[in-house]
């Protein structure tokens, strides 16, 4: 039907086109043109003897005739083309276009079309999608196949502070914080796969207390040793972290990518849509679903779906700090949980900025006190970090160094 239905339409198209353009001309008619020009010239005679006569003035013969002149220059320029076009052969050149055209449409869609495929109706679409769903690799392959990022040229100290962690780590294996520095710092220096290693064994260690965040680095860390791939084993990491937490905005934004890859708009659409309408502007996954959400709704089978508007505030990261609440809990609490606090407060800077970037000041404050809850050699890793974000401006390199000699670290 549809070949029946795009043929018909292209013969009326080429017929409606060929036709004037072959239509028999009758070579003995008199053009248009040239029954204008022998109308002018009658009208020129008229005013002569108009003025011979003594009809109309000199000033009145002189006007009309650069009128009627201008007539008979358009009217003889009009008689030369019509002329031209008579003995110009147009009509079957235009129709050899025309064929030349039709059939190199039909030559180029039999080259890079799909004439051969059948029609796929919905069912079967969402059969085909479920099929590439099954047999996605594993993860073991996708990391085999996955791209190897070249290797950055490290500051020597911070390579040693590498070296020294990973021997921590080895010596220490159950240690959940030397795991968690182990999986940041491995995904900064481009080694996903050590990354993905370090944050499994933690997750498995902390058991039932790992929380969505755990599991949704896991997922992450994942993804990228596969090349950007959602195996089996990122999907399971996904969907252990919205169990945990099923408002968790990463996760979301990696279950709907995994329907995407699947090739099911249907079902990635309400997702991103509703995680675009929920998230701010400067969270990490807007932009993504942002440049991709049109498409997507249009595939999704909602062409009339507008996103949200754009903020025109600014969007600032706050500075975490404890607010008058939490300075008065603190002052109940013992020694130990006070400082449970710090570090957490401290935690949280160090993760939005690593994730998110910040500013020179905020990695400033982070240097300065990651040394006096006794992290300092964590510490010199961070320092190296922003020295390497903000390389190219000066005055933030002074910020930086300026913390980093009050933090004792230079």
């Known amino acids: 039907m549809f070949w029946i239905i795009s043929?018909?339409?292209?013969?009326i198209v080429a017929i409606a086109i060929a036709a004037p353009l072959l239509r028999q001309r009758d070579a003995t008619a008199e053009p248009t043109a040239a029954y204008d020009l022998r109308v002018y010239r009658d009208q020129m005679r008229e005013i002569e003897r108009d003025l011979e006569r003594g009809l109309i003035g000199q000033a009145d013969a002189e006007r009309l005739r650069v009128e009627i002149g201008r007539k008979v220059l358009a009217a003889d320029r009009a008689l030369q083309r019509e002329t031209a076009a008579r003995r110009t052969p147009g009509g079957m050149v235009a129709v050899?276009?025309?064929?030349?055209?039709v059939g190199g449409a039909l030559l180029l869609y039999r080259e890079i079309g799909a004439p051969g495929r059948p029609d796929a109706p919905i069912v079967q679409r969402i059969a085909d999608a479920r099929a590439f769903y099954d047999q996605r690799p594993s993860q073991a392959e996708a990391?085999?196949?996955?791209?190897r990022p070249e290797a950055p040229e490290l500051d020597p100290a911070y390579a040693e502070l590498i070296e020294r962690l990973r021997e921590a780590v080895a010596a220490n294996p159950d240690d959940p914080r030397g795991l968690e520095l182990l999986a940041e710092h491995e995904s900064r220096l481009g080694n996903a796969a050590a990354a993905k290693e370090a944050q499994a064994r933690l997750v498995a260690l902390r058991g039932d207390k790992a929380g969505a965040a755990d599991w949704a680095r896991l997922a992450a860390l994942t993804i990228e040793a596969a090349g950007g791939l959602i195996t089996a084993e990122g999907e399971n990491a996904i969907a252990r972290a919205l169990?945990?937490?099923?408002?968790?905005?990463?996760?979301?934004?990696?279950a709907g990518l995994l329907q995407v890859q699947s090739g099911r708009p249907d079902l990635a659409f309400p997702i991103w849509a509703q995680l675009l309408a929920e998230s701010p502007e400067d969270a990490p996954w807007t932009a993504p679903i942002r440049a991709s959400i049109g498409d997507l709704a249009w595939f999704a089978g909602q062409p009339d779906y507008v996103p949200p508007a754009l903020s025109s505030a600014p969007q600032t990261p706050a500075m975490p700090g404890p607010d008058a609440e939490a300075v008065a809990a603190a002052e109940e609490m013992t020694p130990d949980e006070r400082q449970q606090m710090i570090e957490g407060m401290v935690k949280g800077l160090?993760?939005?900025?690593?994730?998110?970037g910040g500013t020179a000041q905020e990695w400033a404050r982070l240097i300065g006190a990651l040394p006096v809850i006794g992290q300092t050699d964590h510490a010199r890793m961070i320092l190296a970090e922003?020295?390497?974000?903000f390389a190219q401006d000066a005055p933030a390199l002074?910020?930086?160094a300026a913390a980093a000699q009050q933090a004792g670290l230079e």
């Open 96 to 101: 050899v276009v025309l064929a030349v055209l």
């Open 386 to 389: 922003a020295r390497s974000r």
């Open 243 to 254: 169990r945990t937490d099923p408002a968790y905005p990463q996760a979301r934004f990696m």
């Open 350 to 356: 160090e993760t939005r900025l690593t994730s998110q």
């Open 398 to 400: 002074e910020i930086i």
């Open 7 to 11: 043929a018909a339409l292209v013969a």
């Open 143 to 147: 990391e085999k196949n996955a791209p």
